[in-house]
């Protein structure tokens, strides 16, 4: 399942969303036909991709949060 496709959360996937919406747009037959898999797979792994990044930029964020709160903790410990 992916995520909305909404190009203002998924910017870096705008052209691969805007090629998949224009294949799912030419009707039930073409889909039906397998005709927009190619598209859904390229879109699938762009959303991975961007996925990926925001992971990895949340963790640095949680791991350098974690050190400045370990930090007021230790100078607090040591102050009493």
Excluded: Y
Aim: glycine residues 4%; contains cysteine; hydrophobic residues 35%.
């Amino acid at each position: 399942m992916h995520p909305h496709l909404d190009a203002e959360r998924q910017q870096g996937c705008a052209e691969v969303m805007a090629a998949f919406e224009e294949c799912h747009a030419r009707g039930f037959l073409w889909k039906a036909a397998g005709m927009c898999n190619d598209a859904k797979s390229k879109l699938s792994i762009c959303l991975k991709a961007e996925r990926s990044k925001r992971v990895t930029a949340n963790r640095t964020d949680a791991q350098e949060k974690r050190q400045k709160v370990r930090a007021l903790w230790k100078e607090i410990d040591e102050n009493q």
